[in-house]
């Protein structure tokens, strides 16, 4: 079936390390996209890109980067920098004319 | 640029009675829009979109919005919640010109009593 995949659902990061989020999908979009997720806030827009090689920061792009190698795949990576980085992320991706379709989400806790 | 306001944040509802989550959009072009509905610890889904044509869209489980373009507004509703209504609903909006990005409002908290 086509769709967005995210990996780990649960990720557990210590102080001071990066961790990197996986975001695939296979339905052939052109654009992809990052959200931040905290408790009782609405989404926001960490990165996206909208073409392979290509991706534009988002509102709260500090803490963070991203790669698209692939149109297929736009990873997400957790810096050290990153002072709060506790929070729900979610992947999307949309196409011409589509809406945008989301992944079910990871959890990333700092312990 | 786009912007998406949502005005009530939490909206407790009995069970049956009806229900209207309200949403508001400003933008200089014309735009596509769309409500979520998001349950707790998983991803957004698609409840309904407005493209083009009618003004009033429906999903298969009984919310309907309509797109007012005079008063830019895009109100959810739904005659008679059910328990499983339970959930946050963010509405959205993208350009039809520069499909770009999707903007998201900050979502409205759905309770429905029983």
């Known amino acids: 079936d086509g769709g967005i995949t995210q990996s780990p659902k649960y990720l557990f990061r210590k102080e001071g390390q990066n961790v990197t989020l996986s975001c695939e999908q296979n339905l052939n979009h052109d654009a992809m996209y990052w959200y931040r997720q905290d408790p009782g806030q609405g989404l926001r827009l960490i990165y996206y890109?909208?073409?392979?090689?290509?991706?534009q920061k988002g509102d709260i792009a500090e803490g963070y980067s991203v790669s698209r190698e692939k149109k297929e795949s736009f990873p997400l990576t957790v810096t050290s920098a990153q002072k709060n980085p506790t929070a729900f992320y979610l992947c999307a991706s949309s196409g011409a004319n589509t809406e945008a379709f989301f992944g079910q989400g990871t959890r990333l806790t700092v312990v | 640029a786009q912007s998406v306001t949502q005005l009530d944040s939490q909206v407790p509802v009995f069970e049956e009675a009806p229900v209207e989550l309200r949403c508001n959009y400003s933008s200089s072009v014309s735009v596509y829009l769309f409500w979520y509905v998001q349950y707790p610890n998983q991803g957004l889904q698609l409840l309904l979109k407005y493209l083009s044509g009618s003004t009033l869209v429906e999903s298969i489980n009984g919310f309907e919005a309509e797109f007012n373009k005079s008063q830019t507004s895009f109100h959810l509703r739904k005659p008679s919640v059910h328990i499983s209504d339970t959930a946050e609903y963010f509405c959205?909006?993208?350009?039809?010109?520069?499909?770009?990005?999707?903007?998201f409002g900050p979502g409205t908290s759905l309770s429905v009593i029983p």
């Open positions: 959205a909006v993208s350009s039809k010109t520069s499909y770009d990005k999707v903007i």
């Open positions: 890109s909208q073409i392979v090689n290509d991706f």
